[in-house]
């Protein structure tokens, strides 16, 4: 009996610890920036894409600024002054506009997917003389964004926020909530890692 209460009580401590460090790994990836007015709106490709298309497009509409950048399609659009927008030719940008050709042919294969989009970003922008940016993607992924673009911008003069989208999908059953929340945790931390063991 002893043995079993014991047992017990371990796999609840267990339990707890678990979902404690999952909370301050959760708190910690989930950076957010206020929105402020700027000269363009970054949008990073990956899951949830739909929703980070909706948040681009609600700041877009909202006018903190008149151009979005898909940096991983090469990619360019601007909002008229009656709310319309309208794509720019992909000539218009320097670069081939296909991802996977612009990725291998410019940078090391091991290059983490969103700092080629940030390296991508910041060619683009100094071509456009953009000098301020709001950059969206999912709420997990913007602590690690924000770890890589301080390295991408960090000889240049940039302002730059981080906002992640507010439509991402909520899953209806806490076994789904943490099944998911604990794929993002530790995937976001694996690369992470990877980058600041590469970037030296």
């Given at each position: 009996?002893?043995?079993?209460?014991?047992w017990?009580?371990?796999?609840?401590?267990?339990?707890w610890?678990?979902?404690?460090?999952?909370a301050?790994?959760?708190?910690?990836?989930?950076?957010?920036?206020?929105?402020?007015r700027?000269?363009?709106?970054?949008?990073?490709?990956?899951?949830?894409?739909?929703?980070?298309q909706?948040?681009?497009a609600?700041?877009l509409?909202d006018g903190?600024?008149?151009c979005?950048?898909?940096?991983a399609?090469?990619r360019?659009?601007?909002?008229?002054?009656n709310?319309i927008?309208?794509?720019?030719?992909?000539?218009?940008?320097?670069?081939?506009s296909?991802?996977?050709?612009?990725?291998?042919?410019?940078?090391?294969?091991?290059?983490?997917?969103?700092?080629?989009?940030l390296?991508?970003a910041?060619?683009?922008?100094?071509?456009?003389?953009?000098?301020?940016?709001?950059?969206?993607?999912?709420?997990?992924?913007m602590?690690r964004?924000?770890?890589?673009a301080?390295?991408?911008?960090?000889?240049v003069?940039?302002?730059?926020?981080?906002?992640?989208?507010?439509f991402e999908?909520?899953h209806?059953n806490?076994?789904?909530?943490?099944?998911?929340?604990?794929e993002?945790?530790?995937g976001?931390i694996?690369?992470i890692?990877?980058?600041?063991?590469?970037?030296?």
């Amino acid at each position: 009996m002893e043995i079993r209460k014991r047992w017990t009580l371990n796999v609840i401590v267990t339990f707890w610890l678990m979902l404690s460090g999952m909370a301050l790994l959760s708190y910690y990836l989930r950076y957010a920036d206020e929105p402020v007015r700027s000269d363009v709106i970054v949008l990073f490709v990956g899951d949830d894409w739909m929703a980070r298309q909706k948040e681009a497009a609600k700041l877009l509409t909202d006018g903190y600024a008149r151009c979005l950048i898909i940096p991983a399609f090469n990619r360019l659009t601007y909002l008229d002054s009656n709310g319309i927008m309208f794509p720019i030719e992909y000539n218009y940008l320097p670069g081939n506009s296909v991802y996977l050709l612009r990725k291998n042919h410019n940078y090391p294969t091991y290059y983490e997917n969103t700092h080629f989009e940030l390296l991508e970003a910041r060619r683009i922008m100094e071509k456009l003389g953009f000098k301020s940016a709001l950059i969206v993607s999912s709420p997990y992924h913007m602590r690690r964004i924000k770890i890589i673009a301080e390295t991408v911008f960090k000889d240049v003069p940039k302002t730059i926020a981080y906002i992640p989208t507010s439509f991402e999908k909520h899953h209806c059953n806490i076994i789904g909530a943490i099944s998911c929340n604990m794929e993002w945790i530790f995937g976001e931390i694996i690369k992470i890692m990877w980058f600041l063991t590469y970037k030296h």
